[in-house]
């Protein structure tokens, strides 16, 4: 990993300090009609380093609003077909003398992986009203949570499942051996790349691995893919919480609904508790130690595979038996994400669907729209105007023999 | 094949298959073999055998074939030929059928389509190599003739795996659309029956209801008679000029459905689309399916042991805490060797070359760019 090409330390600078430094130039708050001539005298490096980085990208219209982001189509100022997404992040009130921690977790992380499934982050620069502005690559395929919803229009097969629990468990591995913990995987959080490619996206929860007696908070992971130990309170943990989301997102693949879909903690340790098993002290040392453990009302024991192979039987024994080791409640019995792509479901039939092959939503209707095209003879003229025209004698006259 | 051959007698040629010299057939001529004449024999038919294009009746074909391969029987043709190549010609003129038998061959082995080409260029270009070649085959001098065919060949043997692949595709295509063209054709029938349909039934209405009109004129008071007779005469004129406005507009509400109709059978746009100068690359074989994607993080500069102990690091090894939350000392001890080794080996100079972090010509533009900057943010 090499340090990334755009001066995110020096923007870090710039967006960080304090207010008063907007008098001098062009970051200021003032409307962007107004604006100082070329005062190059006024612009320190870092500020410059911040304008060269913000001129390189043209900002296009809103793509969605949320209240932590607004996202925007963009694209890069020397080329127009260069599309990118640029996510503005907003100001927030509670944190007026920095970055939001999110947006601090997001720009660390993602400057520092570089992983073909892992969203890459391009460029970031500081607007006005010190904004931080994230510019990441154009995923312009949706989710995946789009296609496991779209029952009705999308279907995807063993081959699909695993082409993309592959490219999730590579992004989650990739991650893991740079010591960095996602902590909100979820079907929503991979975006589908114009080729088909699954990335990983969204680390605003992201956090490096903790040293030994450093406390993380158990107050992450989006709930219906949270894992036991994070239910329970733990405050020591590892990969192995990413694992078990990858878990739930592989059953949520098979089944095309959410696997353990809890309204609340204590319906969620149901739910695992039911689907599972109970966490025990037999099958879990030491858990009823955990600070939110609760006293389980009836104890049932952990689920064999003959129970999977009837949900999940369609992605073959060895999917089952991969599914059933990122679902185990000892996080320290879990499979780890390297030794999942060690698994020897990658191996054995059905071979993962090439990415270009995947389906996608947009797909159908793209078909649908070129055969609508291609229909009426006049259009399909046009581009055959300048051919030579050839008659065939292939077929239409193939009686004479 | 419904089509006759076309009179267009021409002796018997000399033995080549020189497009000059190929004789003509006619319907009414006589068999240049055993001079019979369609006078004599009614169901005479001449066919010809498409190495030699020499044209003789059936019975001489069986005549001179039925026993095995023969030669031709015309003066000077000495090709060996068997009864089974022979077929009735499609083309009064033996030239055209020549023609197009050597075409049919050619467009056989020559079946790029024009989206295996990166331009259209390319594919103009390759069209006309095609056609230098067809041509050559067709009317070229002996020599042409044959280097050309030795091209042909050879493409041929090269290619065939792509050869059969487009045919393939060729065949596929062909199939859907025929199947869309009747699924038109179809449906263009349908609407040609409603809209005919629908006509009829309003011709019917108005006939009715000026049927009705009239009745209540006829039945309408004494008094009222003459006004009532101008009435309905104009009312009859008035019916009439919406009757043919009617009709119309009933007219032209069918001609599009007839029009879609007559349109119907949409050119098969098969005009052979092919060549190729520079072909598309067949999928690279793949190899096994590589989960990790090819990367590997072994570290290079030391090696992981276990049993790497710091008192630090080991009062947290036995905590419950620690351990029930699944936390990794593994890691811990991965992630503490990694980061110790972090940076080593890095050399800035090579970073530059690569071309991580600012290059010399970068940093050269920026200061360039130092005085441009100004009023061109768009972004805020």
Redesign the interface.
């Known amino acids: 990993m090499?340090?990334?090409?755009f001066?995110v330390d020096a923007l870090r600078q710039a967006s960080g300090a304090a207010p008063s430094s907007t008098g001098n130039g062009?970051i200021s708050s003032s409307s962007?009609?107004q604006?100082?001539?070329?005062?190059?005298a006024t612009?320190d490096l870092v500020e410059?380093?911040n304008?060269?980085e913000?001129?390189k990208?043209?900002?296009g219209k809103k793509l969605g609003e949320g209240t932590y982001a607004n996202v925007y189509l963009g694209h890069a100022r020397h080329d127009p077909s260069l599309l990118v997404a640029?996510k503005k992040i907003k100001v927030q009130k509670e944190y007026r003398d920095g970055m939001a921690p999110d947006a601090v977790r997001e720009l660390t992380h993602l400057q520092e992986l570089r992983?073909?499934?892992i969203i890459s982050l391009l460029s970031a620069?500081s607007?006005?009203?010190q904004?931080l502005?994230l510019v990441l690559e154009f995923l312009p395929l949706g989710d995946l949570e789009m296609l496991i919803r779209d029952v009705d229009r999308v279907r995807y097969g063993a081959p699909d499942i695993k082409a993309w629990m592959?490219m999730l468990?590579?992004a989650v591995?990739?991650c893991?051996?740079?010591?960095v913990l996602h902590r909100d995987i979820k079907p929503n959080n991979l975006l589908i790349a114009a080729d088909g490619e699954v990335k990983l996206a969204d680390f605003g929860l992201a956090r490096g691995?903790?040293?030994?007696?450093q406390r993380m908070t158990a107050n992450v992971i989006t709930r219906w893919y949270r894992p036991p130990?994070l239910l329970y309170g733990?405050?020591?943990?590892?990969?192995?919480?990413d694992v078990w989301s990858v878990g739930t997102v592989f059953a949520e693949l098979i089944i095309r609904t959410p696997y353990l879909p809890g309204d609340n903690d204590i319906e969620m340790v149901r739910l695992i508790s039911r689907a599972i098993g109970t966490p025990t002290e037999d099958n879990?040392?030491?858990?009823t130690?955990?600070r939110e453990y609760t006293i389980p009302i009836e104890v049932t024991p952990v689920a064999d595979k003959a129970t999977y192979m009837n949900r999940f039987g369609s992605v073959g024994p060895e999917g089952v038996d991969l599914l059933m080791r990122t679902l185990i409640l000892?996080?320290?019995k879990?499979i780890t994400a390297r030794e999942m792509?060690?698994?020897k479901w990658?191996?054995t039939d059905p071979?993962?669907s090439?990415k270009e092959d995947l389906p996608r939503k947009s797909g159908g209707e793209e078909k649908v729209a070129a055969d609508l095209k291609r229909r009426?003879?006049v259009v399909?003229e046009e581009g055959?105007a300048?051919?030579?025209?050839?008659?065939?004698?292939?077929?239409a006259?193939g009686?004479?023999? | 094949?419904s089509r006759k051959p076309i009179a267009n007698a021409r002796g018997p040629a000399s033995g080549s298959t020189t497009s000059a010299a190929l004789p003509g057939l006619s319907s009414d001529d006589m068999c240049p073999v055993c001079k019979t004449i369609r006078y004599l024999n009614k169901d005479m038919e001449f066919l010809i055998h498409p190495d030699c294009y020499h044209f003789m009746c059936s019975n001489c074909v069986n005549r001179i074939f039925n026993d095995g391969p023969n030669q031709c029987p015309y003066a000077g043709c000495h090709r060996t030929l068997r009864r089974k190549g022979f077929?009735?010609?499609?083309f009064g003129d033996l030239t055209v059928e020549r023609e197009?038998d050597i075409?049919?061959r050619v467009?056989?082995v020559f079946?790029q389509h024009?989206e295996d080409f990166r331009t259209?260029r390319d594919?103009?270009n390759y069209?006309?190599m095609v056609?230098d070649l067809t041509f050559e085959l067709v009317s070229g001098t002996d020599a042409q003739r044959s280097s050309a065919e030795a091209q042909l060949q050879q493409w041929e043997a090269e290619h065939k795996a792509d050869i059969e692949r487009n045919r393939k595709a060729?065949r596929e295509a062909?199939e859907a659309s025929r199947r869309r063209i009747a699924a038109e054709r179809d449906a263009a029938r349908q609407r040609r029956i409603d809209a005919i349909k629908e006509a009829e039934e309003e011709k019917l209405e108005r006939a009715r209801t000026r049927e009705a009109e009239l009745d209540t004129l006829a039945s309408a008071p004494e008094g009222q008679r003459p006004g009532g007779g101008v009435q309905l005469k104009r009312r009859v004129q008035v019916n009439r000029a919406v009757e043919a406005a009617a009709a119309a507009t009933t007219n032209a509400a069918g001609v599009p459905g007839g029009g879609v109709a007559g349109a119907q059978p949409?050119?098969i746009?098969?005009?052979?689309?092919?060549g190729l100068k520079e072909k598309r690359k067949p999928p690279a074989p793949?190899g096994?399916?590589d989960?990790?994607?090819g990367?590997d993080?072994v570290p290079s500069r030391y090696k992981l042991h276990d049993g790497l102990v710091h008192p630090?690091?080991d009062k947290?090894?036995f905590?419950?805490?620690?351990?029930?939350?699944?936390?990794?000392?593994d890691?811990?001890r991965?992630?503490a060797m990694?980061e110790a080794f972090a940076g080593l080996g890095?050399f800035i100079e090579d970073?530059k070359e690569?071309?991580?972090?600012?290059s010399a010509s970068e940093v050269a533009a920026?200061s360039a760019?130092?005085?441009?900057?100004?009023?061109?943010?768009?972004?805020?």
């Open positions: 090499t340090a990334s090409p001066a062009n962007s009609t604006r100082p001539g070329p005062g190059s612009l410059q380093m304008e060269d913000k001129k990208y043209v900002k640029i992983h073909p499934n620069f607007s006005k009203d904004n502005n592959g468990t590579r591995w990739f893991h051996d740079n010591y691995f903790a040293d030994p007696g130990e733990a405050r020591h943990y590892s990969g192995a919480v879990w040392p030491g858990v130690k955990l000892d996080p320290r879990r792509l060690e698994h990658w191996r071979r993962p090439r009426p003879g399909d055959k300048k051919v030579a025209r050839k008659l065939d004698f292939g077929g006259l009686g004479g023999k | 094949m077929r009735t010609p499609f197009v075409r049919r467009a056989a079946n024009e259209l594919y103009n069209l006309g056609e060729g062909d949409p050119m746009t098969k005009l052979s689309i092919q793949e096994p399916y989960p990790f994607g990367m993080f630090d690091v947290y090894r905590d419950l805490a620690h351990a029930t939350g699944g936390y990794s000392f890691d811990y991965a992630r990694f890095v970073e690569v071309g991580s972090g600012l920026m760019g130092i005085a441009a900057v100004g009023d061109k943010m768009e972004l805020d």
